[in-house]
């Protein structure tokens, strides 16, 4: 794909890692980039708004949008479909922009076969599974029976942290906050393959 200038930072990690409370605590420290906003057919929380924190679709639309190729990866987590969509990515990196995705270690391993060259990858985890746990319980959002779910997924991802770039930590979220924005400052000076190709190709030729 030929996205000059951009970026992409990869945010993972369990629900209950603190992701949403990072990204709002670093947003105006990052310069110039787009949240990628995801499409999911789960249903909408409390609190949460259609358009801003995801757009919620059933899941014959979500499938049509499969057939029409919109998506740039997509995948099913706690049994509901979450895709990112391709052009508004394609149109931020355009831009030169830092894209930062909030996908599960499948978005991941899409995103890094298609834009390896220009991504890089953290994976965000409280420091124990029994804080994760707490977390969950305190956020009130959830039923147990999906708390046990994301439980046993985190259990899961977390066997792929391996796969990322950098391990996040979140137990003090303003440490944590720092080094994220230390991450996302070097994030940008990725060079995508094609930029380094034209580089070489000039540096030879002038
Ligand atoms: P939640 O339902 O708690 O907002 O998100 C559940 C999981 O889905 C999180 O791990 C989140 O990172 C992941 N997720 C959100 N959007 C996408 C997406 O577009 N693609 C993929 N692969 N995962 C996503």
Redo the contacts with the bound molecule.
């Keep these: 794909m030929s996205f000059i200038n951009g970026a992409v930072l990869v945010?993972?990690?369990?629900?209950g890692a603190g992701?949403s409370s990072l990204i709002h605590k670093v947003v105006n420290d990052l310069g110039e980039c787009y949240f990628?906003i995801?499409?999911?057919t789960?249903s909408i929380r409390e609190g949460e708004v259609d358009g801003v924190?995801?757009h919620f679709v059933d899941e014959e639309e979500f499938k049509r949008e499969i057939e029409k190729d919109q998506f740039l990866?997509?995948?099913i987590?706690?049994g509901?479909y979450?895709?990112?969509s391709l052009r508004p990515v394609k149109k931020a990196l355009l831009e030169g922009k830092l894209v930062v995705?909030?996908?599960?270690v499948?978005?991941n391993s899409?995103i890094n076969s298609r834009l390896g060259d220009i991504t890089t990858s953290i994976f965000i985890t409280p420091p124990t599974l029994s804080e994760l746990k707490k977390r969950l319980e305190n956020r009130h959002t959830d039923t147990q029976e999906i708390i046990d779910r994301?439980v046993k997924m985190a259990r899961r991802?977390i066997q792929r942290v391996s796969e990322y770039e950098y391990l996040l930590i979140n137990d003090d979220l303003d440490v944590a906050a720092d080094k994220l924005r230390f991450i996302a400052k070097v994030a940008r000076f990725k060079k995508s393959n094609e930029e380094i190709n034209e580089f070489v190709q000039n540096w030879e030729d002038l």
């Excluded at 945010?11 to 629900?15: A, D, E, K, V, W």
């Design positions: 945010l993972s990690g369990p629900s992701k990628s995801s499409t999911t789960r924190d995801y990866e997509y995948a987590v706690h509901n979450y895709g990112t995705f909030d996908i599960d499948q978005g899409a994301r991802e």
